[in-house]
């Protein structure tokens, strides 16, 4: 695997590319900016934990790029979901949400709204765009 390839499958913006137009910067170096997106877990920096590197072929499509990140909500919720997804990607069968809790480094509560968030989320979705992303977390009660 190469680094391009592993940066894409970690769900960060290839440097390729503009994230706003998608215009190849083919060898030219974009512009870039980090943005709160409460979507947004680093596999290898938890530290950046709700910050999306973004990426743009010109300043003004960085700044239009960073507007829509600032009218988005930042939802905690949303962030403590994938921070369990990212800890339950490795990991097969059942995990109590002590352990959940241990693992992903949110309290007790934190685990329990971020899985009512993620089921309120599914449940509007229906049952086949649930299945996608992230995985529902097998969860002892
Ligand atoms: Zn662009």
């Known amino acids: ?15 390729d590319l503009c994230d706003l137009c998608g215009f190849a910067l083919a060898g030219q170096s974009g512009v870039l900016a980090l943005v709160a997106d409460s979507s947004a877990v680093d596999d290898h920096t938890p530290t950046r934990d709700g ?7 010109s300043p003004e499509h960085l700044a239009v790029l960073e ?28 995990i109590t949400p002590e352990e959940l809790s241990e693992r992903t480094g949110l309290t007790f509560g934190q ?4 899985i009512t968030w993620r089921n309120d989320i599914a ?18 009660a």
Request: glycine share 6%.
């Open 67 to 94: 507007e829509v990140y600032q009218r988005r909500t930042f939802n905690e919720e949303e962030l403590w979901a994938a921070q369990i997804a990212r800890a339950l990607r490795y990991r097969a069968g059942r």
């Open 123 to 140: 449940r509007a979705e229906g049952p086949s765009e649930a299945e996608e992303g992230q995985p529902s977390p097998d969860i002892e």
């Open 111 to 114: 685990v329990v709204r971020a």
């Open 1 to 15: 695997m190469d680094a391009h390839t592993e940066e894409a499958e970690n769900g960060r913006p290839s440097r």
């Open 51 to 57: 910050q999306r590197l973004v990426v743009a072929c």
